[in-house]
Nanobody, 128 residues
Framework: QVQLVESGGGSVQVGGSLRLSCAAS?????????MAWFRQAPGKGRQFASG????????YYLNPLNGRFTIFRDNAKNTVYLQMNRLRPEDTATYYC????????????????????WGQGTQVTVSS
């Protein structure tokens, strides 16, 4: 069974940095189309933050992030990271790792409903 284990959340001051990690187990490398990070602030919907297409490491970002976030993976294992720099109060949210399976998929998606597996979420709080 596929499991996603997240870590790295916490509380930081404005301008600080965090690195989130998500380790996937129970799935082969060839069966992954993409892994992604979504975030959800209190009272708001779940929003795509960043994603990585597995076959070629092509990356995708929410436009307003303007290069502050970087998604990358450890090629030796099914783990993705989200490096978050120059954090702002509006980045405060619960961040969820998600995995999209490869079977029948031929394009990237930013829609939460298109992802098949989810982590439990990790809280990021940025204080001003």
């Amino acid at each position: 069974q596929v499991q996603l284990v997240e870590s790295g959340g916490g509380s930081v001051q404005v301008g600080g940095s965090l690195r989130l990690s998500c380790a996937a187990s129970g799935v082969d490398d060839a069966d992954i189309y993409a892994m992604a990070w979504f975030r959800q602030a209190p009272g708001k919907g779940r929003q795509f933050a960043s994603g990585l297409r597995w076959e070629d490491n092509k990356t995708y970002y929410l436009n307003p992030l303007n290069g502050r976030f970087t998604i990358f993976r450890d090629n030796a294992k099914n783990t993705v990271y989200l490096q978050m720099n120059r954090l702002r109060p509006e980045d405060t949210a619960t961040y969820y790792c998600a995995l999209r399976r490869a079977l029948g998929i031929d394009s990237m998606s930013t829609a939460a409903e298109e992802y098949d597996h989810w982590g439990q979420g990790t809280q990021v709080t940025v204080s001003s």
